[in-house]
């Protein structure tokens, strides 16, 4: 007789107990952005130690704050609205428009994206293209792991985590911006007309 529902096995099971070396060495996040104009935030990680990690992956728990508000249905707010995360996009399978594209490392985790295997020496580059959507100096944290369920470590040489934070203040409202009408391009600066 066979048993039907869900499986009982473990998420973990695959992931082995063991400590990568990781080293993150890029972080940029502009410093100064503004209200609804886009902005990058990447990480470059390499992998410093003699093993492959199984699964790179990055958590930022930082993109909303806890908003007190009553009747909220959600008290978490954004940030910063992750337009495009990291990775590869996945291919259409016919001609159309893409809207917001997650991006191909995204993980059924909160806030965390996942890049899979990485190679001894090897490195690879996060990029999440975000748009600042509330004014303000905020933190944003980051915290890079060898793998999703908890077992694979990532640890610097010194044996400690892998993490940090980008700081950015966000003015209240975008640069004046405009498109130019002999071009048709977007360009900086007031629209002024010719009388």
Not at 41 to 69: E, H, K, M
């Amino acid at each position: 007789m066979l048993a039907g529902g869900c499986g009982s096995a473990q998420q973990d099971v695959h992931e082995r107990a063991r400590t990568y070396g990781v080293k993150v060495i890029e972080a940029s996040f502009p410093k100064r952005q503004a209200v609804a104009r886009p902005a990058s935030f990447q990480l470059r990680i390499t992998n410093t130690g003699t093993r492959t990690v199984p699964n790179l992956a990055v958590t930022l728990d930082s993109f909303y704050y806890t908003s007190s508000y009553p009747l909220l249905a959600a008290r978490k707010r954004p940030v910063w609205v992750v337009e495009v995360g990291p990775g590869p996009g996945s291919p259409a399978p016919v001609e159309s428009q893409v809207v917001s594209p997650p991006g191909g490392a995204q993980t059924a985790y909160v806030n965390t994206w996942a890049f899979g295997p990485l190679e001894p020496g090897a490195a690879k580059t996060f990029r999440w293209q975000v748009v600042p959507v509330k004014a303000g100096s905020y933190t944003a944290h980051y915290t890079v792991a060898a793998g999703l369920a908890g077992k694979a470590r990532a640890r610097l040489t010194s044996g400690h985590s892998v993490e940090g934070q980008l700081t950015a203040d966000i003015a209240p409202a975008p640069p004046n911006m405009h498109v130019d009408p002999n071009t048709g391009k977007v360009v900086s600066g007031k629209y002024t007309t010719v009388p």
